[in-house]
């Protein structure tokens, strides 16, 4: 009796001590689960904010206008953060080598962090990430023949005034002050009525030959640009209503305007304008202009950069002379406004080998 007493005394404890043994390994085997899925949670959020990171990067490398970064070149220091799926990247770009207007490139160094929002553990601080790289800003280009290039011939109405090919802003050689086709008696060349011959340059006058070949030496995809989408305007007009501030010293916006246009205002970029524009007053605009008809300069007016006028010929058209009226005007070569007006269309280029991973934020 007392050997079974003594039995049954000693079954309780061993029974107590498996189920906590029992309980001991599901509550390790518990643990270690959990363990493991933060791992991997986490795994997978590093994994997300290097992705977000590398797409940072690339947003803002292929598509600064789209983050509202509209500085060409970009400034000395830019920042902006970019919201995706998943999470953010925060993308800093730090200006190392100035561009000098046209010949030498910018050069940046890019930091992109990527921060995971979604997938970490609770209570774990989000997955970082940063990637860097190193690019260089590379304008759009453009063939430069003259101030003013007209693929139809150019009249001048008296000697007031100055169309020059030296460059203005001292960087590039001289270009012709006017290039136009041979003259034929009907269309072509360049007439001076009344007072001294204006243009100035190397040479002052340039023959583009025949008028029937002409518009072939000049190298502008007018066809492209008009009816292709060889460009993407940032303004469109009409309407008028659409035309741009310029407020932004730093902006120099391509203005495609479909049809005829008298200038409203004075402004800076690249001005596209399919049909005949009309400068009037004491307006005056720094860049480039590209007219498919003709350009009548009533006033004082100033262009700074380079001019061709007559494209709609490359498209078959037939487009009368440009007219350059009475006043005092200046047509200036300046490679530096047509670079900056270039710039609008040009992109950061990453320089191969400088990629770098996870890199110190």
Not at 149 to 176: E, Q, R, W
Not at 294 to 317: E, F, H, P, W, Y
Request: hydrophobic fraction near 40%; include cysteine; aromatic fraction near 6%.
């Amino acid at each position: 009796m007392s050997m079974h007493a003594r039995r049954e005394g000693f079954a309780l404890p061993l029974a107590l001590f498996v189920i906590a043994f029992v309980t001991v390994g599901v509550a390790a085997s518990f643990s270690r689960v959990e363990t493991e899925t933060r791992i991997n949670r986490d795994r997978e959020a590093a994994v997300d904010a290097f992705g977000l990171a590398e797409s940072g990067l690339q947003q803002f490398m292929q598509n600064r206008k789209g983050l509202n970064l509209l500085a060409a070149p970009p400034l000395a220091s830019e920042s902006v953060r970019v919201n995706l799926p998943g999470g953010r990247a925060d993308v800093i770009a730090t200006r190392i080598r100035a561009q000098v207007l046209p010949t030498t490139e910018a050069m940046y160094h890019i930091r992109s962090r990527g921060t995971a929002t979604r997938g970490a553990a609770t209570a774990t601080p989000p997955a970082q990430h940063t990637v860097t790289q190193y690019a260089l800003f590379r304008p759009a280009s453009m063939q430069v023949r003259a101030a003013w290039t007209s693929l139809t011939g150019l009249t001048k109405n008296g000697g007031s005034g100055t169309i020059d090919g030296a460059d203005d802003c001292g960087v590039m050689p001289s270009v012709a002050g006017v290039s136009v086709p041979t003259d034929n008696g009907t269309t072509g060349g360049y007439i001076q009525s009344g007072g001294a011959p204006v243009p100035d340059g190397s040479p002052p006058i340039e023959d583009l030959g025949p008028p029937a070949t002409a518009p072939d030496s000049v190298k502008v995809d007018w066809d492209g640009i008009v009816n292709n989408g060889a460009i993407t305007p940032d303004y469109i007009v009409p309407p008028l209503s659409n035309w741009p501030a310029f407020t932004d010293p730093n902006y120099w916006p391509v203005v495609m305007v479909i049809g005829n246009l008298s200038l409203p205002t004075d402004g800076q970029g690249t001005l596209i304008v399919t049909g005949d524009l009309t400068i009037p007053g004491f307006l005056s605009w720094s860049g480039v202009i590209l007219v498919g008809g003709t350009l009548t300069s009533d006033g004082n007016n100033v262009v700074r950069g380079a001019v061709i006028t007559g494209l709609n010929t490359k498209l078959g058209m037939a487009v009368a002379r440009s007219d350059v009226g009475n006043g005092t005007k200046t047509y200036q070569y300046n490679s530096c406004n047509i670079a900056a007006a270039m710039g609008n269309m040009g992109s950061l280029r990453a320089i191969p080998g400088t990629w770098s991973d996870n890199w110190p934020w």
